[in-house]
């Protein structure tokens, strides 16, 4: 079974920055798309960034775009969120997942396997 462990979160300053990782066991991440999800105090759980298997294409949410970027290394078989300009909105349980044959990547349903989830908490 394959596990993700999401690490990296903490309190920030807005305006300040965190880099969340998340390490994969097993063989199967190099195959899989990546993506980051947040959920904040009275909402839902959102799309926050996506990429491909191979690192080649992401794609952000609007809220998000130009502040944080979403990479991976492979040989690491770990997705990375670097978070910069973080403003108190983006306070959230951040969460990894990732999944194969996925055709919707902003849904939460097309992912197979999800990480505990890192706290990511902003002061104004």
């Known amino acids: 079974q394959v596990q993700l462990v999401e690490s990296g979160g903490g309190l920030a300053q807005a305006g300040g920055s965190l880099r969340l990782s998340c390490a994969a066991s097993?063989?199967?991440?190099?195959?899989?798309?990546a993506a980051w999800f947040r959920r904040g105090p009275g909402k839902e759980r959102e799309f926050v960034a996506t990429?491909?298997?191979?690192?080649?294409?992401?794609d952000v949410t609007d809220s998000v775009k130009g502040r944080f970027t979403i990479s991976r290394d492979n040989a690491k078989n770990t997705v990375f969120l670097q978070m910069n300009d973080l403003k108190p909105e983006d306070t959230a349980v951040y969460y990894c997942?990732?999944?194969?044959?996925?055709?919707?990547?902003?849904?939460?349903?097309?992912?197979?396997?999800w990480g505990q989830g890192t706290q990511v908490t902003v002061t104004a």
């Open positions: 997942a990732i999944g194969r044959g996925i055709w919707d990547p902003r849904r939460t349903t097309e992912y197979d396997y």
């Open positions: 097993g063989r199967t991440f190099s195959n899989s798309r």
């Open positions: 990429i491909t298997p191979n690192g080649g294409a992401t």
